[in-house]
């Protein structure tokens, strides 16, 4: 009959073993408390350190002087941006803007590769000259989701019949668009985006001018949000 193969381990053996099992188990669990998963189809990312931002004197929701603030880079033809539109930005109005938790401020960071960008980062400023920022900006985003997923395309005509269906002042509207009054302020947004770190879109900062911010790049999660939120609220 022929023999079984045996393996005999040593006591010590299986105690080292064990010991790099639970320091590895124990590394990936502290390694998770900085990485923030992106939504689907994107990498990972982590949470970076603290950093600085110019509010400027964008448009905001909120309390002006709520102890967190959240600065967005955005571009209006970004579909990771209108995903955080969809899925995020109404739970964060809902549980911190409306309740005097958090100020959320909307700068403009069109990328070269979306041509409707530019022309709709001015549409904003200009809709903002009527008091209709954020109509503005939820018509652009809707729009498009109207037409289907990834990146759509519209036309400086498309922007122009939007703001007259969200009640704008065409001639108004249409003047400030045709003379590009806003385009030196959208440069301005994007410098100062790129000064502050941002390299792609969307990128939020969280946090408050006394303590710095922390950057979520990417379009994470509520849950992301509520967890940072959450821990700058208590600071």
Excluded at 36 to 50: E, L, Y
Excluded at 78 to 107: D, H, Q
Excluded at 164 to 189: P, R
Aim: proline residues 5%; contains cysteine.
């Amino acid at each position: 009959m022929a023999k079984k193969d045996t393996l005999t381990i040593k006591k010590s053996t299986l105690r080292t073993i064990s010991i790099v099992l639970f320091t590895l188990i124990i590394g990936i669990y502290l390694g998770s408390q900085f990485f923030i998963p992106k939504a689907p189809g994107t990498t990972t990312t982590t949470i970076q350190q603290r950093a600085s931002v110019s509010i400027d004197d964008d448009p905001s929701l909120g309390d002006v002087n709520a102890p967190v603030t959240i600065v967005e880079f955005s571009d209006f033809q970004c579909p990771y941006c209108r995903a955080s539109f969809r899925e995020v930005l109404p739970e964060l109005k809902a549980n911190y803007v409306n309740t005097g938790k958090v100020r959320f401020v909307y700068r403009d960071f069109p990328l070269p590769f979306h041509p409707a960008a530019q022309p709709s980062a001015e549409a904003g400023e200009c809709a903002d000259d009527q008091g209709k920022f954020w109509e503005m900006h939820d018509k652009i985003f809707g729009e498009q989701d109207k037409q289907g997923t990834g990146t759509i395309t519209f036309t400086d005509a498309d922007l122009k019949s939007w703001a007259a269906e969200i009640g704008l002042d065409s001639v108004k509207f249409n003047s400030c668009m045709d003379s590009h009054k806003y385009k030196a302020e959208v440069a301005k947004d994007l410098s100062d985006g790129e000064a502050a770190g941002v390299q792609g879109t969307p990128t939020f900062f969280v946090g408050n001018a006394k303590d710095g911010y922390i950057i979520i790049p990417g379009a994470v999660s509520y849950s992301v949000f509520k967890q940072v939120v959450d821990q700058e609220l208590q600071r």
